[in-house]
């Protein structure tokens, strides 16, 4: 399993980012996509989520209405939007894939494959 990132990177207050992470060797359409998050010290927190069939998606309450997740199965990418940038949202992003997640969308353990991180600083 490979994953490629990009998208981090420096921004100040009330701008945007977008991050991406293509996935190659598995069934990238038939696995839950998720972002998480973590800075030192803290456990990884959970941001977003996609189904499968991209029905239902899950956000955090701290990123609701200012985060959206797509994903594109043809090219086989996890996308999070990141609008209303803030200082509290600085951290190490992650993105993974899920065989089965059920209502455990928040749980790291659940997900089998991980993108190594990217930093998201959110400074003036």
């Known amino acids: 399993v490979q994953v490629v990132e990009s998208g981090g990177g420096l921004v100040q207050p009330g701008g945007s980012l977008t991050l991406s992470c293509t996935f190659s060797?598995?069934?990238?359409?038939?696995?839950?996509l998720g972002w998480f998050r973590q800075t030192p010290g803290k456990e990884r927190e959970a941001v977003s989520s996609?189904?499968?069939?991209?029905?239902?998606?899950y956000y955090a309450d701290s990123v609701k209405g200012r985060f959206t997740i797509s994903r594109d199965n043809a090219e086989k990418t996890l996308y999070l939007q990141m609008n209303s940038l803030k200082p509290d949202d600085t951290a190490v992003y992650f993105c993974?894939?899920?065989?089965?997640?059920?209502?455990?969308?928040?749980?790291?353990?659940?997900?089998?494959?991980w993108g190594r991180g990217l930093q998201v600083t959110v400074s003036s």
């Open positions: 993974a894939a899920a065989w089965a997640l059920g209502s455990t969308w928040n749980t790291a353990s659940k997900y089998n494959y």
């Open positions: 060797g598995f069934d990238f359409e038939d696995y839950a």
């Open positions: 996609i189904t499968s069939s991209e029905i239902s998606k």
